[in-house]
């Protein structure tokens, strides 16, 4: 959690106060995580099931995947959207067509190509560009584009790309990432607090 405030802080993002002494757990299986972690490929009813299981609302949702507003992708994560939508070498008709021919010369069939910036245009700076982006049917996962399709997302990513409002986003997220922060926390004597959060101690 401090990892990813100094990666949004550090990149103009807000800032906000990270909880410490969290207490996790003593195992720790990368398997568990595959399997608890959402996949770009969801649609908006399985984007909410998957955060609702974690106690994460559909606000918490559309705001944390603002997070998209940094970093990058492949792409080999977005070939089916531009080649293969419905197995018949189609193109997902949820992305803008002038995006999706611009797309298509940079990655090849098959997943080839260069470094996609997830928000394209501003990848390095914090901001709320990611959500005009995905209003213009610019957003490049699966899942970001579908913020368009339930009417409290939608509606979330329309302000968030209409007006001068960082300073909403940017608390927002901050809320987001403590509550997410808190996930299956330990109390009592269960678990541990962990000296280096990426390693049991
Ligand atoms: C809503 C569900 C989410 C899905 C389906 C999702 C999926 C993805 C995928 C597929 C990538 C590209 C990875 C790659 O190509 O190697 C990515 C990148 C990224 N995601 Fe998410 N993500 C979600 C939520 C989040 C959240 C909650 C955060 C943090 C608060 C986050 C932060 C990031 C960052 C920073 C990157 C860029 C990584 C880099 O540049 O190397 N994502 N995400
Ligand atoms: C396209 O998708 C279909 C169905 O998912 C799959 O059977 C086929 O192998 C895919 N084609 C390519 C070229 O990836």
Same mark, same amino acid.
């Given at each position: 959690?401090?990892?990813?405030?100094?990666?949004?802080?550090?990149?103009?993002?807000?800032?906000?106060?990270?909880?410490?002494?969290?207490?996790?757990?003593?195992?720790?299986?990368?398997?568990?995580?595959?399997?608890?972690?959402?996949?770009?490929?969801?649609?908006?009813? #399985?984007?909410? #099931?998957?955060?609702?299981?974690?106690?994460?609302?559909?606000?918490?949702?559309?705001?944390?995947?603002?997070?998209?507003?940094?970093?990058?992708?492949?792409?080999?994560?977005?070939?089916?959207?531009?080649?293969?939508?419905?197995?018949?070498?189609?193109?997902?008709?949820?992305?803008?067509?002038?995006?999706?021919?611009?797309?298509?010369?940079?990655?090849?069939?098959?997943?080839?190509?260069?470094?996609?910036?997830?928000?394209?245009?501003?990848?390095?700076?914090?901001?709320?560009?990611?959500?005009?982006?995905?209003?213009?049917?610019?957003?490049?996962?699966?899942?970001?584009?579908?913020?368009?399709?339930?009417?409290?997302?939608?509606?979330?990513?329309?302000?968030?790309?209409?007006?001068?409002?960082?300073?909403?986003?940017?608390?927002?997220?901050?809320?987001?990432?403590?509550?997410?922060?808190?996930?299956?926390?330990?109390?009592?004597?269960?678990?541990?607090?962990?000296?280096?959060?990426?390693?049991?101690?």
């Amino acid at each position: 959690m401090v990892f990813v405030f100094l990666l949004y802080f550090q990149t103009g993002g807000s800032s906000w106060k990270v909880e410490t002494g969290r207490r996790d757990g003593r195992i720790s299986l990368s398997k568990e995580a595959d399997e608890n972690l959402p996949s770009s490929n969801f649609n908006i009813a #399985q984007l909410k #099931q998957n955060f609702a299981f974690k106690g994460l609302t559909k606000k918490d949702l559309v705001v944390l995947s603002g997070a998209h507003t940094i970093g990058v992708t492949s792409c080999f994560v977005i070939n089916d959207r531009l080649y293969n939508f419905t197995g018949r070498s189609d193109t997902d008709p949820a992305l803008d067509p002038t995006f999706a021919s611009e797309l298509k010369k940079k990655c090849k069939p098959g997943g080839g190509g260069p470094v996609l910036e997830l928000d394209q245009g501003s990848s390095t700076v914090s901001d709320a560009h990611f959500y005009k982006a995905v209003r213009q049917n610019r957003g490049l996962l699966t899942s970001d584009a579908a913020l368009l399709n339930d009417p409290l997302t939608r509606a979330y990513v329309k302000r968030q790309s209409t007006s001068p409002v960082k300073a909403t986003f940017g608390k927002d997220f901050g809320k987001s990432m403590v509550k997410m922060g808190g996930i299956g926390v330990l109390t009592g004597n269960e678990g541990e607090i962990r000296k280096r959060c990426a390693f049991v101690n």
